[in-house]
C-alpha cells in the first residue's frame, strides 16, 4: 500500500514551473519554479546593434504568459517603431519602453544565440536572480518555453535552474 501511495505522488503536479523544452519535443531541458503573478524577463543581445533587448513577462492564472513590456536601445532590424493599440511608448534613460502590453502566448519558441550567444533569463521580486542561457542551453539551440505543472518525475528528468 504504502509502495503504491508513493507511486502515486511521484505523478502528481507538484510545483508550477517556467518550463525550457528542447525544441519540439516534450524533453524537459530546464526549469524554473514560478507562481501565478510572478513576473521574468528575457534579455538578449541584438545581433546587429550589439545592444541589449529585453522582454518582460507575467505568468497569468490559467499558467499562459503575459508579455507586458519591451524595452530596447535602437531602432532597426526587428525591433518596433511604436506601441500598438492600449499600449505605451517612452522613451526614458536612454532606452525606448513598449508598456502596458497584453500579448497573452500559450508558450513561447526561444532561441540561443549562436553568433552573439548573451541571451539571460532574470526573476525575483526585484529582477535580481539572473542566469546566461549559456549555463544551460548550447549556443544556437531553441526551445519551446511554457508555464506547467510538473510532477515529481518530471522535475528530475529536468535541471533546475537557479542563480
Known amino acids: ?5 508513493c507511486g502515486i505522488v511521484w505523478f502528481l503536479p507538484l510545483r508550477t514551473a517556467l518550463v525550457f ?3 519540439n519535443t516534450n524533453r524537459i531541458q530546464a526549469f524554473l519554479p514560478v507562481e501565478p503573478g510572478e513576473t521574468f524577463q528575457i534579455v538578449f543581445k541584438h545581433s ?9 513577462y507575467r505568468v497569468t492564472e490559467d499558467l499562459k504568459i503575459e508579455q ?7 531602432f532597426g532590424i526587428g525591433m518596433p517603431s511604436n506601441a500598438g493599440e492600449g499600449e505605451e511608448f517612452v522613451y526614458d534613460d536612454g532606452k525606448y519602453h ?3 502590453m497584453s500579448n497573452v502566448f500559450p508558450s513561447l519558441n526561444i532561441r540561443n544565440g549562436k553568433t552573439v550567444s548573451e541571451h539571460r533569463l532574470i526573476w525575483g521580486d526585484q529582477g535580481d536572480k539572473m542566469v546566461w542561457f549559456n549555463e544551460y542551453f548550447d549556443s544556437g539551440a531553441w526551445f519551446t518555453v511554457k508555464v506547467e505543472r510538473l510532477t515529481a518525475w518530471e522535475c ?4 533546475e535552474i537557479r542563480e
Open 156 to 159: 528530475v528528468k529536468g535541471v
Open 48 to 56: 546587429i546593434h550589439l545592444t541589449d533587448v529585453i522582454e518582460k
Open 21 to 23: 523544452y528542447k525544441e
Open 1 to 5: 500500500m504504502l509502495v503504491a501511495l
Open 98 to 100: 513598449i508598456q502596458n
Open 68 to 74: 507586458y513590456e519591451f524595452v530596447f536601445e535602437e
